[in-house]
C-alpha cells in the first residue's frame, strides 16, 4: 500500500549549505510513515495501548540530492512485510514531479516498554497498512568495524533528546555521527549513502561517544556509552 503526502520542508530546517541534514531528512521521511499509520489507527497511540512501541534495528539509505529549505517535496513510504519478529518498510523522498531525492528501507521490532524487551509482532498492525507476512528475513549489509578511531567526541543526552518510547531518538545518533566529523569536512562534502545499525538504547544521563574512522570518502561510526556500542554505520561521501 503506497502511501504519499506533499511537504514544504521549512526554512528553520536548513543548514548552512541552506538543505536539511541526514537527521531531518530521515524525520521528515519518518513524519510521512507516522501520517499513514495514524490514518490506519495503528499508529503511536494505538500501539501505546498494548504497552508497545517501534524500534528501528537497521537504516539503509541513498541520496541523491539533500532538499533545500523552501522546497516542495513528496515524502512517500510503503510497508513492504512482516514475520514474527520484524517489519520492513521503504521510504523516499521526491520532487513534485516524482524524480526520487533519497531513497531508504527499514527494519522494524516492537518492544515492550514495561520490560524493554523484544515482542512478537501483532500482524494487525502492519497489515493495516497493506504488509504481507513473509517467513523470509530481510538481510542487510553486514557493516564493517572500525580498525582505528581518528575522532572520539562525547556527548551529553539532554532531555529533549528523549522520545516517547523513553530512550533517545534514532536521528540523534545521525548528528553525533556527522557532527563528529568537523565543520571544515562537512563543509565540504555531501553524503551519498548510509548504512546504520542500532544495537543498544541510549538513555537519558548518559555520556555517548561519537567514533568514527576517516577513509577518503568513506566513514565509519560507532556510537559508544561505557565500553558498550549502540549503534554501527558506514557513510560514503561526495566531494562538493
Do not use: C
Not at 541526514?22 to 521528515?28: F, P
Not at 500482524?123 to 580498525?147: I, M, N, S
Not at 548504512?195 to 577518503?216: C, F, L
Not at 556510537?223 to 566531494?239: D, P, S
Amino acid at each position: 500500500m503506497i502511501y504519499e503526502e506533499p511537504y514544504t520542508i521549512p526554512f528553520f530546517l536548513g543548514t548552512q549549505k541552506g538543505n536539511v541534514n541526514l537527521a531531518m531528512l530521515v524525520n521528515a521521511m519518518l513524519m510521512g510513515s507516522e501520517h499513514q499509520l495514524d490514518q490506519a489507527e495503528a499508529g503511536m497511540e494505538a500501539l501505546l495501548a498494548h504497552g508497545l512501541g517501534w524500534v528501528i534495528t537497521q537504516y539503509e539509505l541513498t541520496i541523491e540530492k539533500m532538499p533545500p529549505v523552501e522546497s516542495r517535496v513528496l515524502l512517500g513510504t510503503q510497508a513492504r512485510s512482516y514475520n514474527k519478529l520484524m517489519t520492513y518498510r521503504d521510504y523516499w523522498l521526491a520532487t513534485p514531479a516524482g524524480q526520487r531525492l533519497a531513497t531508504m528501507r527499514g527494519a522494524w521490532v516492537m518492544m515492550d516498554l514495561t520490560t524493554r524487551k523484544l515482542a512478537p509482532i501483532l500482524p494487525e498492525f502492519p497489515e493495516k497498512v497493506g504488509a504481507q507476512f513473509d517467513t523470509h528475513v530481510q538481510r542487510f549489509k553486514r557493516l564493517p568495524k572500525l580498525t582505528k578511531i581518528d575522532v572520539d567526541v562525547p556527548y551529553r543526552v539532554r532531555y529533549f533528546d528523549i522520545d516517547g518510547n523513553g530512550h533517545v531518538n534514532n536521528v540523534h545518533y545521525f548528528e553525533w555521527m556527522e557532527d563528529s566529523l568537523g565543520a571544515a569536512f562537512l563543509q565540504s562534502h555531501e553524503l551519498a549513502t548510509v548504512r546504520i545499525k542500532y544495537a543498544r538504547e541510549v538513555t537519558y544521563g548518559s555520556t555517548p561517544h561519537a567514533q568514527a574512522q576517516i577513509d577518503g570518502l568513506t566513514t565509519r561510526h560507532q556510537i559508544v556509552t561505557a565500553g558498550q556500542i549502540n549503534a554501527e554505520a558506514e557513510f560514503t561521501w561526495r566531494v562538493r
